[in-house]
């Protein structure tokens, strides 16, 4: 069992489940070919069958980390930090992300936007499922709407969700990367028809880096 400092400290946000940080190319959405500094946390409960990185599932797995170490280590590479999970928002991102931005480093996050919004944020990439859908505060806070499309039904969820995003977000649909292939297509005739909608691609996949 936790004992009560570290259930403090993680409910202040001054530790967090620390699954891997790499420096690497942004692949997808928005920030596609920008250097950024990842930052994983672990823990999410939203369940995706395709999800591509289900070792983050389980916190219990990932080291408690203060934010002071992990903003030494952004500090290292670059002035761009992308907190992803995991779902990073089953924390309070409240002081990473402040510390990050006094050291000056450009604060982005990716996703599904199911739990409350914490943090001071630049940039949110939104990717919601219907497993467990975004709240209303990211919904309105949302930069970025990247929506999976793994088959046909996905389109209409689609514009589901491009209805409750706030009018400012860029919209992208991206392929599920085992369907890629066989989506690839119709999300291509989609685009055509609604340019309101771009295509993202998990670049670093076909880079073959982190
Ligand atoms: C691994 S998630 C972590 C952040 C957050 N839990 C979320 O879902 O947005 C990062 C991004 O990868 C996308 N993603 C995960 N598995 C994928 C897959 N198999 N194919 C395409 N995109 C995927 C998610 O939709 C999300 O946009
Ligand atoms: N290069 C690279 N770009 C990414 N964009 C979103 C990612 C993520 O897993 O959140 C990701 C990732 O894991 N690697
Ligand atoms: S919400 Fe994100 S991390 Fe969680 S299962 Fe879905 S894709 Fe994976
Ligand atoms: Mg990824």
Not at 132 to 143: E, F, G, N, R
Not at 168 to 181: G, H, I, R, T
């Amino acid at each position: 069992m936790q004992n009560l400092e570290t259930k403090n400290n993680l409910q202040d946000g001054l530790q967090l489940p620390l699954m891997e940080e790499f420096y690497t190319i942004q692949g997808e959405g928005n920030y596609t070919g920008t250097a950024a500094y990842f930052i994983r946390l672990g823990g999410c409960d939203v369940g995706c069958h395709w999800c591509d990185v289900k070792e983050s599932w389980d916190e219990k797995l990932h080291p408690l980390t203060s934010v002071e170490t992990i903003v030494s280590n952004a500090k290292q590479n670059g002035n761009l930090a992308v907190i992803t999970g995991g779902e990073p928002l089953m924390w309070n991102l409240d002081k990473l992300t402040s510390a990050l931005k006094s050291e000056g480093i450009q604060t982005n996050m990716e996703t599904s936007g199911a739990y409350e919004l914490s943090g001071i944020w630049d940039w949110i990439c939104l990717s919601p499922k219907k497993t467990k859908l975004p709240t209303q505060s990211v919904y309105d806070a949302a930069h970025e709407l990247k929506v999976v499309i793994y088959n046909h039904n996905d389109f209409k969820f689609a514009e589901e969700q491009a209805a409750n995003v706030n009018d400012k977000a860029v919209l992208f649909l991206q392929p599920e990367w085992s369907k890629s292939e066989e989506m690839l297509p119709f999300i291509i005739e989609y685009v055509k028809n609604n340019p309101k909608w771009r295509i993202s691609l998990q670049t670093h996949k076909f880079l073959n880096i982190p």
